[in-house]
């Protein structure tokens, strides 16, 4: 990482000599945005490993070329909401919007720091705004995340119809297909749970992962539901061997009168 950015700085003064008099602040500005992006870039790889000594490094760097970067603000706002700073945090995300309001990728951020502080409505609304994005690379994610707030609140409905669009995005996103499994499940819509289950389970056999405890009980629910004594079975024996301390486990005992 240190050698990259070295390299970022050294390489103009390589060229310097060719660039002319009409192109030069042109070129200057562009060296400079390009900085700052790879200011930022080291700061969030560094964030994703914890170290954020070394992202607070980055970052300050990126904000001493251009204190109003949104980028930079918002993924200090990630540090400080680690560091339980939230005030800071919230501050940092706001004043990163409020330079930028297309940032999505910030208003992600807000989103979900809202979330983790229980404000559940603020958070849904952020996620909201950000859906609106349609070229936002993560925009599946962005409904995953409208579902589960929806789900805070006490708004089935709205949850699936959220995972449905993040499926509709990404067919193959396990958590959205074990998020509608279980919300058709407690609507008492078996046909639809297990169509959406069936999609699961071929998803966690394809890419040869291991059940969850609730994908296992879901399945446990589903065949039960249809009548299917040996899937129930076999469900609850892999949901023993893998997971016996699970709270799912402890139901499935209560559900065969053991509890």
């Known amino acids: 990482m240190k050698i990259l950015v070295a390299l970022l700085f050294l390489m103009p003064l390589l060229f310097i000599g060719c660039v002319t008099t009409t192109d030069s602040a042109f070129t ?11 200011y930022v870039q080291l700061g969030l790889e560094y964030i994703k490993r914890q170290d954020y000594l070394r992202a607070r490094k980055h ?8 204190e109003d970067n949104a980028s930079a603000l918002g993924a200090y ?29 910030g208003r992600t951020y807000y989103g979900a720091f809202l979330f ?14 950000a859906a609106k994005d349609v070229a936002y690379a993560g925009r599946a994610q962005i409904y995953t995340n409208i579902a589960l707030c929806n789900l805070k609140l006490g708004r089935n409905k709205p949850a699936i119809e959220a995972y449905v669009k993040t ?4 067919r193959l996103n396990g958590r959205a297909l074990s998020g509608i499994t279980e919300l058709y499940i407690e609507e008492g819509d078996y046909e639809q749970a297990n169509k959406y289950y069936n999609r699961l389970v071929r998803l966690i056999a394809s890419q040869g992962i ?11 629910r589903i065949s039960m539901h249809f009548g ?25 005992q209560l559900m065969l009168g053991n509890g």
């Not at 562009?30 to 992006?37: N, S």
């Not at 970052?59 to 251009?66: G, T, V």
């Not at 919230?90 to 999505?104: G, H, P, V, W």
């Not at 229980?118 to 952020?126: D, F, P, S």
């Open 77 to 105: 706002g990630l540090i400080y909401h680690d560091d339980g700073e939230s005030e800071l945090a919230e501050k940092a995300f706001k004043r990163a919007l409020d330079i930028d309001s297309d940032f999505t990728r």
């Open 28 to 38: 200057r500005k562009a060296d400079t945005v390009e900085a700052v992006e790879k």
């Open 228 to 252: 299917g004594g040996q899937q129930v079975r076999s469900f609850g024996n892999l949901l023993e061997e893998l997971y016996p301390e699970s709270a799912e486990y402890q139901q499935y």
């Open 59 to 66: 970052l300050k760097r990126a904000l001493e070329i251009d």
């Open 167 to 170: 499926l509709k995005l990404d």
């Open 210 to 220: 291991r059940h969850t405890p609730q994908s296992l009980w879901q399945g446990i």
């Open 116 to 129: 983790s502080e229980g404000r559940y409505q603020e958070a849904l609304k952020q996620f909201e705004l």
